[in-house]
């Protein structure tokens, strides 16, 4: 499957979700007119896992972020808390600025398989906790 344009934490696409700067979908996942709001959607997102849904480390925040039905979630797991420096079960706190960027950092490499552009994961970080 080819990556959705602009969507570096492969969101999906919901009806009910309406991201700045989201142009459409492909495949079941957001388009996003530009990487910046592609970051922004990303940041949110996880920052709202915890927020909104008390998940608060990244065990929990990934296992629903890419559930086991879909990857091999426990890989996902690894691969993050390798990159993070981060145990699986450690608290998080997702306002906290180098926390965010780190996990974005992290989940931006493994569903991309690629370097996260540190532009856009700060104007998505800072628009997740303005």
């Known amino acids: 499957m080819a990556t959705p344009r602009n969507n570096p934490g492969n969101l999906r696409f919901s009806p009910s979700i309406r991201w700045k700067g989201q142009i459409g979908q492909q495949n079941g996942y957001c388009v996003f007119d530009t990487l910046d709001n592609g970051a922004r959607g990303l940041a949110i997102d996880l920052r709202n896992a915890q927020a909104l849904h008390h998940l608060n480390t990244v065990a929990q925040i990934i296992t629903v972020y890419a559930p086991p039905n879909e990857n ?38 493994h569903e991309q398989g690629q370097k996260p552009d540190l532009a856009a994961v700060d104007y998505g970080v800072t628009a997740a906790l303005a």
């Open 72 to 109: 091999d979630t426990q890989a996902y797991i690894i691969d993050v808390c390798g990159v993070t420096g981060f145990k699986r079960d450690d608290m998080l706190v997702l306002k906290n600025k180098s926390t965010l960027t780190a996990l974005i950092c992290a989940v931006w490499h």
